[in-house]
């Protein structure tokens, strides 16, 4: 088990220094010249009006919160499909009423308006 | 165990798996532009080497020499951080895939065909893939560009509505199979694919992959005609390369995942008798499920964002949700 995620930590390792490598050798052998026009924001040509970090769409954090409600039921989900062969027929049935819960919530959550984009 | 089994073993394995994606990378980018061409009565690139085979090469040398152009009001680190972080987590789900069944010996060490089967194969699959959104989300909002951040907040709600169906699919996967494990996975799909026992969750798979590796009809990361070239508009050079990698790679990765979840792995006809078979098989599944992407980017227009969002939320978890329960109440009564 623990030999497992060495592998896994050694393909890790790999992973970052291929970003590394890459970015280092194309660091020592492009060229460098900046000036003011080629550092501005780019923006259709005109020069960008006021700050780019501000307010956005609250619709966005909105789906963010539902998602999260969900990905966490659907976490329970995982041990109860693994070892669904081993349980009795009654695991069937509480597993049924959980998603008819879910089910529920998604329809709350759509009747609230949470996944209107207007 | 010997820090040869321990330690070089995986090391040269994980090499091999790192150069093995970075040339698929390549001549995917070549296959998809050749594709393309031809699907709209063109020759696509055949300038560079016969057929232009040499195209990705020339790509690749071009991207590393370029100037690099960066902002004056970037956030510096985080700006520099995020094309890394985009491409790491597509290399490193390719830890558990199993590219093939059989183990072989060399020099005296069993090789196994995958770099480690952890016996959670299927829950490190999905908490990896989430973390893609980061290096997407942190590229968008460090640019200190309109188009970057509406793109980043675009494609992170995109990615994460996804997931769910996604997610709850796979459980009815899991149903089946039993076991986290990929390469039980692959294994209880000796007799039948999954792709027949569960062709809905199949589809929902596959339309989340779309739209988790951002690729069209779900190319809302980029759409060229209202936001440039979205969270990437202020990269170049090699941090655009890397972007580019990590959608690539997502690609073959969502594609390989979709073979060893649904289109039996490693098997096929005579794999038995002769194990190189295998990955043999594993390749063809993996490139006939790219080729499907490359067909549906040349025959679909783009969705549009509420489209995209409300098909996720209000039509794909429901369904996936059905999905799951009628699997479980077939698989009681079947016994």
């Not at chain 2, 089994?5 to 093995?20: E, G, T």
């Not at chain 2, 508009?233 to 995942?257: D, N, P, Q, R, V």
């Amino acid at each position: 088990m623990l030999s497992d995620f060495t592998f896994v930590g050694i393909l890790v390792l790999i992973a970052v220094l291929l970003p590394v490598v890459g970015l280092g050798l194309s660091w020592l052998i492009r060229p460098k010249k900046p000036n003011p026009v080629k550092q501005s924001t780019y923006e259709c040509g005109i020069e960008t009006i006021g700050d780019t970090w501000v307010q956005f769409r609250a619709q966005y954090y909105i789906y963010a919160l539902v998602f999260v409600v969900f990905d966490i039921e659907a976490v329970f989900l995982l041990p109860w499909a693994v070892a669904y062969d081993q349980l009795p027929l009654y695991a069937l049935t509480e597993a049924v009423i959980f998603v008819l819960i879910l089910a529920l919530a998604l329809v709350y959550a759509w009747r609230k308006g949470a996944l209107r984009w207007s | 165990m010997d820090w040869i089994s321990l330690l070089l073993v995986p090391a040269i394995k994980s090499l091999v798996v790192v150069v093995a994606l970075l040339t698929g990378f390549a001549y995917l980018s070549y296959v998809e532009r050749k594709l393309v061409a031809r699907f709209q009565v063109r020759y696509g690139p055949n300038r560079a080497g016969p057929f232009g085979i040499l195209q990705p090469i020339s790509d690749a040398l071009k991207m590393v020499f370029k100037e690099e152009i960066v902002p004056l009001n970037v956030d510096h680190v985080v700006y520099l951080l995020s094309p890394a972080l985009t491409v790491m987590p597509a290399l490193v789900i390719w830890a558990v895939i199993p590219v093939s069944g059989a183990s072989f010996t060399l020099f005296g060490q069993t090789i196994t065909p995958y770099v480690s089967d952890v016996n959670v194969g299927l829950l490190y699959i999905l908490a990896i893939a989430s973390l893609a959104t980061y290096g997407i989300v942190l590229a968008g909002w460090s640019s200190n560009n309109k188009y970057s951040l509406l793109g980043a907040l675009r494609t992170s709600s995109q990615m994460l509505s996804y997931e769910l169906p996604m997610g709850i699919t796979l459980v009815s996967v899991l149903l089946i199979a039993g076991s986290l494990s990929l390469v039980d996975i692959v294994q209880a799909q000796r007799g039948v694919w999954f792709a027949l026992l569960q062709p809905i969750g199949f589809i929902i798979y596959f339309i989340c992959g779309l739209a988790e590796a951002g690729r069209s009809p779900f190319d809302l990361p980029e759409t060229e005609n209202e936001l440039v070239s979205g969270f990437a508009t202020e990269y170049g050079g090699i941090k655009f390369a890397l972007f580019f990698m990590g959608e690539y790679i997502h690609m073959i990765t969502i594609s390989a995942l979709a073979t060893t979840f649904f289109l039996g792995g490693w098997y096929g006809p005579f794999v038995n008798q002769i194990p190189v078979l295998g990955l043999v098989y594993f390749l063809i599944k993996v490139a006939f499920m790219i080729f499907l992407i490359v067909w549906i980017r040349a025959s679909l227009p783009r969705i549009r964002y509420d489209k995209l969002m409300h098909f996720c939320w209000k039509f794909l978890l429901p369904l996936s949700l059905l999905n799951l329960v009628v699997t479980a109440v077939v698989l009681v009564l079947v016994g």
